[in-house]
């Protein structure tokens, strides 16, 4: 970006630039809605998750076994 490599660099001219392009309409108006988003934000939890939603490396191995065996392309040998 603008022949910089550096990916911080790169990251704090985008931060930059949206910043300065990224200006509210009313600034009465912005601070009621970051007011609202910290109030619904002190709240929020996450969702929660259930036993099927869990996974470790023993299971992603085998979904990459099995994907390995039933020849399922090139993904399966570029993963594994």
């Known amino acids: 970006m603008d022949g910089v490599a550096d ?3 790169i990251a ?3 931060a930059n630039y ?3 392009s990224c200006n509210p309409f009313s600034s009465a108006r912005n601070a009621e809605f970051k007011t609202r988003y910290v109030e619904m934000q002190s709240h ?4 929660p998750i259930n036993e ?4 470790d490396v023993e299971v992603i191995s085998k979904l990459i076994n099995d994907m ?3 020849q399922s392309g090139w993904v399966g040998w570029h993963i594994k």
């Open 7 to 9: 990916s911080c660099l």
């Open 12 to 14: 704090n001219k985008f």
């Open 18 to 20: 949206f910043e300065t």
């Open 44 to 47: 929020y939890d996450g969702s």
């Open 52 to 55: 099927n939603q869990m996974f």
């Open 68 to 70: 390995v065996k039933r």
